[in-house]
């Protein structure tokens, strides 16, 4: 599974004449529950060898600091104030760097007395953020809370995802094989306003490469393509596909991954039914299966698809498949309700647990299965970007056929205003989870207009 790494560097502060003791408290009692939340996911990148308790007070300490965080290459940075801190340090070293940065500090227990000063915590944040905001340091914010509440552990572990998306984003090589289909204009992309303004990288690979590699490795009779064919026909029932369509498909996803990996790109966007005839069989399934092993791929060759479904799979952590979907048709008797489908392109691992999941003429059939549901789109129009986000659940509804779910909203009329109204097309990206806030929080580091389901956009008739 190609999963999401985030490399963070942790820079506490305190103010210099305020204790040390109580200082490394704090520091030791919050650094032990960061290095708890998502640890496959995350590389933390301490001071302990610049700084006297790995605490960042002193102004000559910045440029070690600094050097040592561009050393070791880190994505984010987190600020945590100790204390009222020393917004001299803490900024010179985030102006530095100018990657994603984190404010927080722990609530303060009491104010001060005429025996002893507290900490002044908040009042430190307020100074501090002042300055972020003059060096041009984009920030984010855990409000002002005790370090074992649950706000401070789910904004940190939010924060983790926000870099995830942001370093996904402008790291991304989209493997781009074919061209759209002709019909569908709703899916041009300016490729290269992607790459100099968000530095996403499309790399072109031709079907018939694809096909190339797919026939080398049925020829050879290669090992992964062996366990490949085995294990799709252990899963999925195939009596409706012919077993030479299976062994082709088996030999396709062999392909598509290798020439991604070849090619360094984690996301990929496909022409598909416009080229079965080249492959030798749909792609569909192969989309699917890719997805499971963490490198989504966008039907219809939708390039800003692509860019969509490497976000979910970066918020998500590669904890989960991410699938693109058609949006369809209305529930018949739910009004908040919309079907979401494609004809066969969904993870596996989303299926419903007690549906069998089919291949039908090479396409997967199956339901996915319930729980809660982020669907988000990332498109452009007139040279700005937009992230279209919003969260709902998987519900009952009529069964059909290839992939799909019935996602259940608060208001769908709001829902389906918002997407006609902005530049978006017919295509959503889905994941299993709440992730609309990391979502609306990378748009901001990225530059993107996000656009809030929740929220009201212009009305329909």
Known sequence: MNKPTVVLGVAPTKRGFLSMEEAKRQKDAFMAVVRTVKPDSVRIVDIDDICENGILFETDKISPVVEKFKD??????????????????????????????????????????????????????????????????????????????????????????????????????????????????????????????????????????????????QQEAASDYAACREDLKTRFETSRTPEKTVDRIAALKIAVKQLMEENNCSAGAMECWSAASIFGAPVC?????????????????????AVTMAMLHAAALGEDGVFLADLTIRHPENDNAELLWHCGPFPYSLRDPDSIAELTDGQERFPLKKGGITLCRFDEAGGEYYLFGGEGKAVDGPETT????????DNWKRWEEKLMFGPYIHHVGGVYGNYKAVLREAARYLGLTFDDADQQGIYSL
């Open 285 to 305: 399934a192969v989309l699917g299966e890719l997805s499971d092993l963490g490198l989504p791929l966008a039907c219809e060759t939708d390039v800003n698809g």
């Open 402 to 409: 290839g992939t799909y779910v019935w996602f259940e909203t």
């Open 72 to 217: 070791a290459r880190i994505d984010a940075l987190f600020l945590p104030h100790c204390d009222f801190g020393e917004e001299q340090c803490a900024a010179g070293v985030a102006a530095a760097l100018k990657v994603p940065t984190l404010m927080w500090g722990a609530r303060d227990e009491r104010p001060n007395t005429d025996q002893s000063r507290g900490r002044d915590t908040q009042c430190g944040m307020f100074a501090c953020t002042k300055v972020l905001r003059r060096f041009g340091v984009q920030y984010s914010y855990i409000w002002n809370c005790e370090t074992q509440s649950k706000d401070f552990r789910q904004g940190f572990e939010n924060f983790i995802r926000v870099a995830a998306v942001v370093k996904a984003v402008k790291t991304l090589r989209i493997a781009k094989f074919g061209a759209r289909p002709q019909p569908f204009m709703s899916v041009m992309a300016n490729e290269g306003e992607l790459a100099t303004k968000l530095g996403v990288t499309t790399i072109p690979i031709s079907p018939n490469a694809v096909a190339a590699r797919a026939d080398r490795l």
